[in-house]
């Protein structure tokens, strides 16, 4: 998976190390964000909220390292933004509820999820900067 930064929307941007296709339709998710010590990125949530999150993420579940990171269960999909093998302490962890847009390709699977990089409560400092 790849992280990238968009200064002029101020959003981080995430797709497959491949992109799966070009962005037709948008859609708007709640969720929330995972964030560590300085700021970092370490995950994100998206609520079940009515969707297929299955289908949604076909194309993610099919990519053999995204599928490392990507779990999905009734309730929603959290994708892990750090190594598995990252042992970061709960207490290091705080959490910000935010509306995340999910970046669809013609058949409806993601080909992006868009993160504003601030918003109520919280900042991502890195990996977009200011570390």
């Avoid at 010590?37 to 995204?66: K, M, N, P, T």
């Avoid at 490392?68 to 994708?79: K, N, S």
Wanted: charged share 30%.
């Amino acid at each position: 998976m790849r992280l990238s930064y968009r200064s002029a929307e101020n959003i981080l941007r995430l797709t497959l190390d491949e992109e799966s296709g070009e962005v037709v339709d948008t859609r708007t998710l709640d969720g929330c964000i995972d964030i560590a010590e300085q700021g970092r990125l370490i995950g994100i949530e998206l609520e079940q909220d009515g969707h297929d999150l299955y289908d949604l993420f076909d194309s993610w579940l099919q990519d053999a390292v995204a599928k490392e990171y990507v779990e999905i269960d009734d309730a929603g999909a959290y994708v892990a933004l750090s190594a598995p093998s990252e042992d970061i302490p709960e207490q290091h962890i705080r959490t910000a509820e935010l509306a995340l847009t999910a970046e669809l390709d013609s058949t409806d699977r993601l080909v992006a999820i868009a993160i504003p990089r601030r918003g109520h409560g919280y900042e991502i400092s890195f990996p977009s900067g200011n570390q």
